[in-house]
């Protein structure tokens, strides 16, 4: 079974720049439509990028602002966060797209956008 592992998370001033990161545990990982998702508190879990091969996909809310990429060597899914907003406060998990699997679901990474 896959496990994905996200780290990059921090505290971050609004206008700042995180780097996220999503490692899995699996070289099939390099075969799946890849994606970020993010819960914020009191909120349901949205959809905010996806990869697969070349191809990407991004929610309105942070289209321009955000970049994910994927390091298939590595195992890895990035996502370049720009110009970040308070309301991009969240916690960040990655997952396939567009069905997350309920059993891939990390711990992951904070952000906090806050002055």
């Known amino acids: 079974q896959v496990q994905l592992v996200e780290s990059g998370g921090g505290l971050v001033q609004p206008g700042g720049s995180l780097r996220l990161s999503c490692v899995a545990s699996?070289?099939?990982?390099?075969?799946?439509?890849m994606g970020w998702f993010r819960q914020a508190p009191g909120k349901e879990r949205e959809f905010v990028a996806a990869?697969?091969?070349?191809?990407?996909v991004y929610a309105d809310s942070v289209l321009g602002r955000f970049t994910i990429s994927r390091d298939n060597a590595k195992n890895a899914v990035y996502m370049r966060m720009n110009s970040l907003k308070p309301e991009d406060t969240a916690v960040y998990y990655c997952?396939?797209?567009?069905?997350?699997?309920?059993?891939?679901w990390g711990q992951g990474t904070q952000v906090t956008v806050s002055s």
């Open positions: 997952n396939t797209y567009p069905l997350p699997n309920p059993d891939y």
């Open positions: 990869i697969r091969g070349s191809g990407t």
């Open positions: 699996e070289r099939t990982f390099s075969t799946y439509y």
